[in-house]
């Protein structure tokens, strides 16, 4: 009975002095993936990325057509070195000129494998670094606001557990920060690109932040 007398006016004041603490602290909210889908930064970003891609692709093709092509020639070379219409050193000719062109084929087999790999590595860098740069800009953007508004905390409502949970369960919205962040950062952009409505959601472009 000493020490329940002794616990339990602890844990009263434990819990007195975090409520206390919680009440003078500030917090605000905002919805990090709707800022990051619906900054303009991030559509230039994407265009670009896709523009890579795109040219990517044409190469690979490129190389792909270039393989296609030897194939049919390396095939019409095997066909001549066995047409015994044709004298014995001319079909071993064409028999050496098969083997070399299937050394070129291989050549060719390991250059596209390594170029799509390549090609997968420098979108994949190019998309990390596009997020990490907007999510810098993002962060500092909503830090500013928050400290203008004299918040201590600002949780992100888009933010998941690791059981795929929503993290904040409920919000009221009364001091959220996205519309007017968004619209901060959508201020600069550029006249021939559209500045989304503070309250437009899209598909992730890139990657989810």
């Known amino acids: 009975m000493k020490i329940l007398r002794t616990i339990v006016p602890t844990l009263f004041l434990l819990v007195f ?11 605000a909210t ?9 900054y303009y930064k991030t559509k230039l970003a994407q265009a670009a990325i896709q523009e890579r891609a795109t040219q990517l692709d044409k190469d690979d093709k490129g190389m792909k057509d270039d393989f296609k092509k030897s194939g049919e020639d390396y095939q019409k070379l095997l066909d001549q070195a066995n047409d015994q219409a044709l004298s014995a050193d001319e079909r071993d000719k064409r028999r050496q000129a098969a083997a070399d062109k299937l050394k070129e084929l291989q050549s060719s087999k390991n250059a596209i494998d390594q ?6 590595t420098t979108l994949a860098e190019q998309r990390q670094r596009m997020r990490d740069n907007i999510l810098i800009e993002i962060k500092k953007a909503v830090t500013d606001k928050a400290h203008a508004a004299g918040d201590s905390l600002v949780f992100d409502t888009a933010a998941e557990t690791i059981n795929n949970t929503t993290a904040i369960v409920y919000s009221s919205g009364d001091s959220d920060l996205t519309d007017a962040v968004l619209a901060q950062l ?4 550029p006249i021939d690109v559209a500045k989304p409505a503070a309250t437009q959601t899209t598909p992730p472009p890139l990657a989810k932040p």
């Not at 905002?30 to 619906?38: A, C, I, Q, R």
């Not at 170029?115 to 997968?120: D, L, W």
């Open 115 to 120: 170029f799509e790999r390549q090609a997968q």
């Open 30 to 38: 905002v919805d990090l993936k709707k800022l990051f889908d619906n």
């Open 17 to 27: 002095l975090s409520t206390s603490a919680l009440a003078q602290t500030k917090i």
């Open 186 to 189: 959508n201020a600069g952009a």
